[in-house]
């Protein structure tokens, strides 16, 4: 589990296409290592990655097709900025949020805007996420807790303070650019649970008529 506050910015050395999966080797100087050991968890833009060996100053980590298909990692280019968060440990203190590192979906940068000294994104989220980002509520975008600030069907808005900035990939992000989304946990073993026994079911959802049912709506109208 990770807490979404980025601990450094590092850099993708290169990439090794293994037959359909790969081999990331990160740059990650400002990352303490001093303690990692094969085997931990270290995100990487977002994503869970096992580290499986270490170089001077970084570290490899090998990615699956399947996170290589649900993820940015598969067009990152050497040299591209990642952001970096090694595993929380009990007695980390949870300025974030609690994170997994089990990236959802990929979202889209369409907006950015300065306001102050802050700067305003708007994303696009992908439609069967949308039910999951609520006004005030947490999100991760490439490895970063943030709160989300408005809600408009599948795009929300996010404001970044200059400290963010300066410490993360969102300074230098851009209109277009793709990002790793991950929603909050709870909402999705939310869904899962209210769902009871029609989750086993093949296209098992929430509808009025559940929620009315389990007492969460009075009027199905």
Do not use: W
Request: proline fraction near 2%; charged fraction near 25%.
């Amino acid at each position: 589990m990770f807490t979404g506050i980025i601990e450094a910015v590092g850099s993708l050395r290169r990439i090794e296409r293994r037959g359909g999966d790969a081999r990331l080797a990160i740059e990650a100087t400002g990352l303490d290592l001093a303690d990692a050991a094969l085997g931990d968890s270290i995100a990487v833009n977002g994503v869970c990655l096992t580290a499986v060996a270490f170089e001077a100053g970084g570290f490899a980590a090998d990615v699956s097709a399947e996170t290589l298909s649900r993820t940015t990692l598969s067009s990152l280019d050497a040299g591209a900025p990642v952001n970096l968060e090694l595993a929380m440990r009990p007695t980390t203190r949870l300025g974030g949020h609690l994170v997994s590192g089990h990236v959802d979906g990929v979202g889209e940068i369409v907006e950015r805007r300065t306001e102050a000294r802050s700067v305003r994104f708007v994303l696009r989220a992908p439609e069967r996420l949308a039910r999951y980002i609520a006004e005030k509520g947490s999100i991760c975008v490439d490895g970063i807790s943030l709160t989300v600030n408005g809600v408009d069907g599948a795009r929300f808005d996010i404001n970044i303070v200059p400290h963010t900035l300066e410490k993360t990939t969102l300074g230098r992000a851009r209109v277009g650019q793709s990002v790793n989304l991950e929603v909050d946990v709870i909402a999705r073993y939310l869904e899962r649970l209210l769902l009871g026994e029609s989750a086993a079911r093949e296209g098992g959802e929430i509808t009025r008529e559940l929620l009315a049912r389990h007492g969460y709506l009075t009027d199905t109208n």
